[in-house]
């Protein structure tokens, strides 16, 4: 029996959309989009069922989360399917979604039973302690690229540690990202009215950070988008947790084996297509290896098959829409303008962008100093240690480091001058595992919020306590 239901899903009043794979222009689903007044609707009723879901054991919540993980392996080939046909996503990646979002389920499910509190001193005759209580209602705004696993990450421990959640997922992957997320919980047993699915655009964004029953905000996406989601939850004194974007930087030191490190560095940019914010958007290469890195790596990209992930066998799909596609285009060509030498790709056949190599880059190339959130690898020489920590460092950005070396030590050395949320020794910079903290420094994000017990601090408040056996007494 699938587990999706695409004939009865809720009746919203934003107006009326489809949708469409990527690859093919085709319409796979009509469902309607989220109004303001839906986003009210729902708050109110999440805030409503959250007070008994808190006052549910443990056990039972834990429950919920591992039956939501069995149903995702159970529903794994619907579940890819969507992936690959909504957001374009090649098979493996589906998969590599799929597994992540069960994990994200069963380390949630462990998370409601993790110790809630400490024991504190107390100069005075009483005892003293906190308790982590659930949030409340939180509002999760979830992007394209990886659908699942981005809405998973906080909608699980969120839902594991006692809140309710408003969903918002991104409407061009509503059904990967929204609407299955929601057919899950509802067929582990989660309560009515605990998880709310809203796909829409930014009004109803902006509703759901200032709704008065929303107390905290997870959002992923975009670094201009994200600094107006917190600067609107500052204005209602709520807290917002932010994952953006990022330029990270591969590292590839002079005594690198050029032969292990080029799969590395194909997959650092050009998986799905480059749309993932940990993506390597800067290659800097020491100069020793320099010509060799740009041959072999622009070699790498022209052998790499682009096309439709549905219906052949590739390693890159189509990019999300023609926004992104044009975006991105618009970018390698300002480069080349600058003087960057297009050492692969830098074409497309409608949203098939090919793997595209910029060698001889500088600081006057858009490519390589903005996020280009496409299959583009930008590649930079350097010539000392020195430079090399300069160069990374010359980013608004600090989500991910990857360093190529035999030396280990030295790369440690060298990436503690290097402020990252992540690091990758002899790796590339795209990782995710459900048990570790996620998130970056800067105009990445404010820190590691998803992964581990860093959803303890994203998703519940503290509270102190303290009991006397009888009542205090004070001077008036």
Known sequence: MPLLDLEHLPLLHGGETTAVEPATGEALAAFTLAAPADVASAAAEAAAAQRAWARTPYTERAAVLRRAGDLIDRHAAELSEWIVREAGSVPGKAGFEIRTAAEECYEAAALAHHPLGQVLPSAAPRHSYTTRVPAGVVGVIAPFNVPLVLAMRSVAPALALGNAVVLKPDPRTAVCGGHAVAALFAA??????????????????????????VRVISFTGSTNAGRSVGALAARHLKRAHLELGGNSAFLVLEDADLDAAMSAAAWASFFHQGQICMSSG?????????????????????????????????????????????????????????????????????????PTVLADVDDRAPAYAEEVFGPVAPVRKFHTADEAVALANDTQYGLALGVVTRDTARALELADRIPTGLLHINDQTVNDEPVAPMGGFADSGTGAHFGGTANLDAFTETRWTTVRGAPAGYPF
């Open 188 to 213: 582990a047993g989660l309560p009515e009215g605990l998880l709310h699915v809203l796909p829409g655009g930014s009004e109803a964004g902006q509703a759901l950070v200032g709704d008065r029953h």
């Open 282 to 354: 800067r290659h800097l290469v020491h100069a020793s290896l320099y010509d060799e890195y740009v041959e072999r790596l622009a070699a790498k990209a022209d052998a790499l098959a682009v096309g439709d992930p549905f219906r052949e066998e590739v390693q890159l799909g189509p990019v999300i829409d023609g926004g992104q596609r044009d975006r991105v285009h618009g970018l390698v060509e300002a480069s080349t303008a600058a003087g960057a030498r297009l050492a692969a790709g830098g074409t497309h056949r409608d949203l098939f962008y090919r």
